[in-house]
Nanobody, 119 residues
């Protein structure tokens, strides 16, 4: 069983930065593809970023590419999402995911952390 706990969300202004963190327990972060999804009110959950199991490839949604950076720390078993130049359209609940596969599916999900960007 894998347990994911997100932190780092909050209320910020447009142009600010935030770093989300995801603590992973039960499996190592290097044992599967991990990443982040988000869901805004009234919208479906969407892919944000993910890294391959080996960590040699990282993928981003076009809407966040160049502004967000995903990283992971094997020693701490953590996954991070550095978000810069935040926009109001980034407002959403952000979910950490483990065991990501095609079709925005994942074996395990965290409970989410809220990010609200005021313009």
């Amino acid at each position: 069983q894998v347990h994911l706990v997100e932190s780092g969300g909050g209320l910020v202004q447009a142009g600010d930065s935030l770093r989300l963190a995801c603590s992973v327990s039960g499996r190592t972060v290097s044992s599967s593809a991990t990443g982040w999804f988000r869901q805004a009110p009234g919208k479906e959950r969407e892919f944000v970023a993910a890294t391959s199991m080996s960590g040699d490839k990282t993928y981003y949604a076009p809407s966040v590419k160049g502004r967000f950076t995903l990283s992971r720390d094997g020693a701490k078993n953590m996954v991070y999402l550095q978000m810069n130049d935040l926009k109001s359209e980034d407002t959403a609940m952000y979910y950490c995911a483990f065991g990501i596969s095609a079709g925005s599916k994942a074996d395990y999900w965290g409970q989410g952390t809220q990010v609200t960007v005021s313009s």
